[in-house]
């Protein structure tokens, strides 16, 4: 990389860094679960502590809670373990609630 005379050497180092990172940047995955009355808290098992949950919203919940989990895990199997096959399974997948796009190379 050529910079201008004068840039300060942490500046080098910094321009240097992201360089390096994009070159070695691996892509990207979004999901997005689509269904009635989703809210971004019933990601997690937060709906259940406060005792407010009725046993109409409980199927959809506990869906959206284990979905949810299969996703982070599929995730962490392939980008810690190298493990992909559930990640590449669950993006391939045709869901009418489930949206996915895959940005980049995601895996290998």
């Known amino acids: ?51 407010g949950m009725t046993s109409e919203k409980l199927p959809e919940k506990l869906k959206t809670v284990a979905d949810t989990r299969g996703w982070v895990r599929a995730f962490f199997d392939g980008t810690v373990r190298g493990q992909w096959a559930d990640l590449k399974a669950l993006a391939g997948e045709s869901r009418p609630d489930v949206t996915v796009q895959v940005f980049g190379r995601m895996w290998p």
């Open 1 to 51: 990389m050529t910079l201008a005379p004068g840039v300060d050497s942490r500046r080098r180092i910094g321009l240097e860094l992201r360089e390096a990172s994009l070159a070695d940047a691996g892509g990207a995955i979004r999901v997005y679960i689509d269904r009635p009355g989703i809210e971004h808290i019933d990601f997690s098992d937060e709906p259940f502590w406060d005792g």
